[in-house]
């Protein structure tokens, strides 16, 4: 049997699979994050160790089980030399780089990082929150506090538990803005202009790298298990359907991404898409967006008294009917992919005394699916023609979305049926599981109106 452990951004969630790739047993437990005024977003290194092992002893574990672990990207933690925590975890959301990350991508500078590592210049980055405590005033204050330390990510500390081991996955390394994606190493210049050294990070090995677990666990858990050392959550959710490159995965959730995996590494001279290694066959090129099913609950809110209402509205609509002139830009949380932008802002263009309740809703959903469209373009000129996309996402439970996310593409979508896709990427680091049967495809031509109104928004959103 078969254990993962998805250690997400609120919640870790461990789940145990038979030998026949089924769950048979589930555990989770959610923990906290503490937000500031200045932009912090950190957690409690030791609450979620607690949340892991909890969820791990409620499980009837047996003596042949693995376990595999899969991580949230762009957390970042200092611990000392018997690591111990030194700082809180810094998460994705903190934003305390935003305004030193604006100032390095204007220089020369941020273009070669980007080509060497292919991740993104933004202010989520390990890289960025390093350069905050390297040039600010409030980071060097932090950084003085700390001495002879070790930069580690969350799964890192959870591998260290287990193991024993200060060991980092090559996949979840080359999402930190440190490593240089064609040496498949750390590099030496990004590593110094950020004030640090190798010997302070984790030594990298491959996503299937394996090792038992410590005395202390096995007696803690009752067996001495095998642990893999895995990826992260977006990589590993992009091959839940399998390792097929050329595979596209559309996810929308509270957020949304849309990644392809290829062959080899492809760069966005633009920097506009980040591309994760995974092993030497295998990379994972996209863009993740912020605002994707949370602006449908925010116009809930707004519109329909946050009573979820606005879910059996929209079945009320047709949505190849709308006014072209209203144009809505969904950036409420700032945008990653294709700008990486924490400062752009939604706005609803062409409002008028005669726009109705219904029109207002047909341009959210519309701005959400164009948005994403933006990335999916992007995604096209840089491997090539794409026919077929794989959806997911909570969002995806509204039927007619999945028609309109087809027209609004102009490609064939097929809905995945898989449950926890993060979890089910993780498995198949161990196994070769079956691909999903009976799948629905749908494709729906989109029409001149939907192109015209796309073109409209793209105008708006450039400018």
């Keep these: 049997m078969t254990v993962t452990i998805d250690v997400g951004t609120t919640a870790v969630k461990v789940l145990q699979f038979n030998d026949a790739h089924y769950v048979i047993d589930e555990q989770s437990q959610t923990y906290p994050t503490m937000y500031t005024d200045h932009g912090q977003a950190e957690q409690d290194p030791d609450t979620i160790i607690e949340a892991v092992f909890g969820c791990l002893q409620k499980l009837k574990l047996t003596k042949s089980d693995t376990i595999i672990l899969s991580g949230a990207m762009h957390s970042l933690m200092a611990v000392n030399q018997d690591f111990q925590p030194q700082t809180k975890l810094m998460i994705w959301a903190d934003q305390r780089a935003s305004t030193v990350i604006d100032i390095f991508k204007e220089t020369p500078k941020a273009q070669t990082f980007f080509s060497k590592t292919k991740t993104p210049i933004h202010p989520m980055s390990p890289f960025a929150k390093l350069l905050w ?11 003085q506090t700390l001495t002879n330390v070790l930069w580690i ?18 996949s979840l390394a080359s999402s930190t803005g440190l490593f240089n994606s064609d040496t498949l190493t750390y590099d030496d210049e990004i590593l110094a202009y950020v004030d ?17 677990v410590t005395e202390k666990i096995r007696a803690a858990l009752g067996f001495s298990h095998r642990v893999m050392i895995g990826s992260s959550d977006g990589v590993l959710a992009n091959i839940s359907e399998g390792l097929n490159t050329q595979d596209v995965h559309l996810t929308i959730g509270t957020s ?6 290829v062959p080899k ?23 993740a967006v912020n605002n994707g099913g949370n602006v449908l609950k925010w116009l809930d809110d707004l519109l329909f008294d946050g009573t979820t209402a606005v879910y059996a509205y929209i079945d009320t609509l047709d949505f190849e009917m709308f006014d072209p002139s209203l144009i809505f830009i969904p950036h409420l949380n700032g945008e990653r992919a294709p700008f990486w932008d924490t400062g752009r802002t939604g706005q609803l263009n062409g409002l008028k005394m ?4 219904a029109d207002m809703v047909k341009a959210v959903v519309y701005g959400i699916m164009f948005n994403l469209r933006h990335v999916f373009d992007t995604l096209k000129n840089v491997t090539g023609d794409i026919h077929t996309v794989h959806i997911s996402g909570g969002f995806f439970k509204v039927p007619q979305f999945k028609v309109l996310i087809s027209q609004v593409l102009n490609v064939s979508v097929i809905e995945s049926t898989t449950l926890e896709q993060t979890s089910r990427g993780a498995l198949r680091l161990l196994v070769d599981i079956e691909q999903q049967e009976d799948a629905q495809i749908i494709t729906q031509q989109p029409t001149k109106q939907q192109e015209d109104y796309y073109a409209r928004y793209l105008q708006g959103v450039l400018k």
Excluded: N
């Excluded at 405590?133 to 060097?140: D, H, I, N, P, R």
């Excluded at 287990?162 to 090559?170: A, I, P, Q, R, S």
């Excluded at 760069?267 to 990379?283: A, I, N, P, Q, S």
């Design 354 to 357: 005669s726009h109705s309740k």
């Design 153 to 170: 990510d969350m799964k890192t500390y959870l591998w260290y538990h287990l193991t024993g081991y200060h060991e980092l996955d090559f």
């Design 256 to 261: 949304g991404a849309i990644r392809m995996t």
């Design 196 to 212: 640090l050294k190798v010997d302070q990070l984790p030594e990298l090995v491959p996503v299937t790298h394996t090792r038992m």
């Design 265 to 287: 590494p492809y760069v966005d001279e633009k920097g506009r898409l980040f591309c994760y290694y995974l092993d030497d066959k295998h990379w994972v090129i996209g863009g």
């Design 133 to 143: 405590l390297k040039e600010t005033k409030a980071g060097q204050a932090l950084k």
